[in-house]
């Protein structure tokens, strides 16, 4: 079969050309030399990835320190303030860095929304190491969360703020929002923030308590580290590098795809660690014991209300979140007691509804269009 | 026309070799940029140009079209996902979650004495050569992080005796 297609081939190679399928053949020719190209770009870049791997320059938006508390930092980010209200984003603490929402220019959910005019806060919870392993969730709800909020409000010079939590943040803000409420909360907002750990999918089976001994877990190492935040995280979508890898090589020839991957990989691969004690209290009380849905938890003595909760609330959850799937997201709306309360489930996992292309799409406009009328 | 056919492959054969042949004159003449990292794609590109043209045509004058390598790419995108729903059912078992528990804890079990003896043995090292360890730094770091709540405790004390005494806000 191979060696009658090959005398083919040379057949209609020597022919003059004048036939029928010379206008296609010609097309495809054209369509080959693209190939071609592309894969000689393909290589190329390759080259480049391996012996000249250039260190991505990420978090670009301009930002200034406003506060420090150990190892946290809170920054407020330029922006041409059109809206008086500012925004405290609080990211995820530990598992990775929160350089994610301003990954690269044109590529930033922070970008977007200080172009749009938000006076813009990150809380950076930090890099944690053997000497916070004492901290817990109740310091970072009663302690760090209040102070990063008051000088929000100090350096802002408003009268109140809107919160956003995302991912772990939401949870930990919603606690912070309902315990608080000398804190003027004008508006909250949960992105992919898991509140009913009930409908958490596959972290919530594998750290079931008859499961995961975390005291072992925090006794024996101290602190949860880099590398066992890994394995969970790669554990839960086991062919995600696989595809990663077939995905860079299928974009390889595309220059600006290679940048965004270069960027995207460096903070995929920067893991960072949970404080022991930190750990142990948000694997017992929200994973194994669902303590803030069910209104069980207490923070600092105060007990942790959702239903306090009474300013306007906006839920976000991404339809292909294995992470915090949008069943346990979307829960927040059924113990709040805001009578403001609006929901939207948008395409995308847990990091690409606010990072990426989609995200530009779908996401934030979304978001942006809520908190404006509010702030 | 039969008889033409073997002398247009030899011809076309000779010009790619004369292409060829000046393009690495020319690349070979030029001096080379000075602190300038070695791109072999710059190098070879004009070299390989005529044997990718060439190859172009070749392909195509057959039925194959660069729409297969798409149709490759899905079906190895579809398979990646066929194995991940495969692997996420298995993985969402009860079964898999209690082995899973079952390995951490062996690993844990057994690292455990090796870990306190590793620590007990580099903490003895340390003090022989007058250093400090690791619990040392890091009492010493715990130390200046509750001198840090004391301070912050203080401040909001300082603030809240200024607000009481003039009404004036504190900067």
């Known amino acids: 079969m191979g060696a009658e297609r090959l005398a083919d081939v040379i057949e209609r190679f020597t022919d003059d050309g004048g036939g029928p399928g010379a206008a296609a053949s010609s097309e495809t020719t054209k369509q080959w030399q693209e190939e071609f190209d592309r894969n000689f770009r393909r290589f190329r870049n390759l080259h480049a990835l391996v012996t000249r791997p250039v260190e991505p320059k990420v978090g670009q938006t301009p930002r200034e320190e406003v506060y420090k508390k150990n190892k946290s930092r809170l920054y407020r980010y330029a922006s041409t303030r059109r809206y008086r209200t500012p925004l405290l984003f609080v990211p995820n603490l530990g598992i990775s860095r929160p350089y994610i929402f301003d990954l690269l220019p044109g590529g930033s959910f922070i970008e977007h929304m200080t172009r749009e005019g938000f006076d813009f806060y990150l809380l950076d919870w930090g890099v944690f190491g053997p000497e916070d392993n004492d901290l817990t969730v109740e310091h970072c709800v009663t302690k760090i969360l209040p102070r990063m909020a008051q000088q929000v409000l100090a350096s802002s010079g408003a009268r109140e703020l809107s919160v956003l939590g995302y991912c772990m943040g939401a949870p930990i803000s919603a606690s912070f929002v309902a315990t608080h409420a000398e804190i003027p909360v004008k508006n909250y907002i949960d992105m992919a923030g898991p509140i009913d750990f009930s409908k958490v999918g596959l972290f919530g089976l594998w750290l079931k308590k008859e499961y995961f001994d975390v005291d072992r877990v925090v006794d024996t190492l101290g602190s949860v580290p880099a590398d066992l935040v890994r394995a969970g995280f790669k554990l839960i979508k086991p062919t995600i590098d696989l595809s990663t890898g077939l995905n860079l090589w299928w974009n390889l020839w595309n220059d600006t795809y290679v940048e965004s991957f270069q960027a995207l990989n460096r903070w995929a691969n920067e893991y960072v660690a949970f404080p022991g004690e930190f750990f142990r209290q948000w694997v017992r009380d929200f994973y194994q014991e669902n303590k803030l849905y069910r209104g069980e938890l207490v923070m600092g003595g105060r007990p942790v209300r959702l239903g306090t909760i009474t300013c306007p609330v906006f839920v976000v959850g991404a339809k292909e979140d294995y992470i915090a799937p949008p069943a346990c997201v979307r829960a927040l709306l059924d113990v709040v007691g805001s009578r403001e309360t609006e929901y939207a489930e948008l395409p995308g996992g847990h990091i690409s509804l606010i990072a990426g292309r989609g995200a530009a799409r779908h996401c934030w406009p979304k978001v942006a269009g809520w908190l404006a009328p509010r702030s | ?171």
Request: no cysteine; aromatic share 8%.
């Open chain 2, 1 to 171: 026309m039969a008889e033409a056919r073997p002398d247009a492959l030899f011809e076309m054969w000779r010009k790619q070799v004369e292409d060829s042949t000046q393009a690495w004159t020319r690349l070979l003449s030029r001096e080379p940029p000075a602190a300038t990292p070695p791109d072999p794609t710059v190098f070879w590109r004009p070299v390989l140009d005529q044997g990718l043209q060439t190859w172009a045509k070749l392909f195509g004058q057959t039925p194959a079209t660069p729409e297969l390598l798409t149709q490759w790419k899905q079906f190895l995108d579809q398979w990646i996902e066929a194995w991940s729903k495969i692997l996420g059912q298995a993985m969402g078992t009860e079964q898999f979650a209690k082995l899973m528990g079952q390995s951490l804890d062996q690993v844990l079990v057994l690292q455990a004495p090796f870990r306190k003896a590793a620590e007990q043995h580099t903490e003895q090292a340390l003090q022989a050569l007058g250093l400090p360890s690791r619990n040392q730094v890091t009492a010493v770091a715990k130390q200046i992080v509750e001198l840090e709540e004391r301070i912050e405790r203080l401040e909001d004390r300082i603030d809240a005796v200024l607000r009481r005494l003039g009404g004036k806000e504190p900067t």
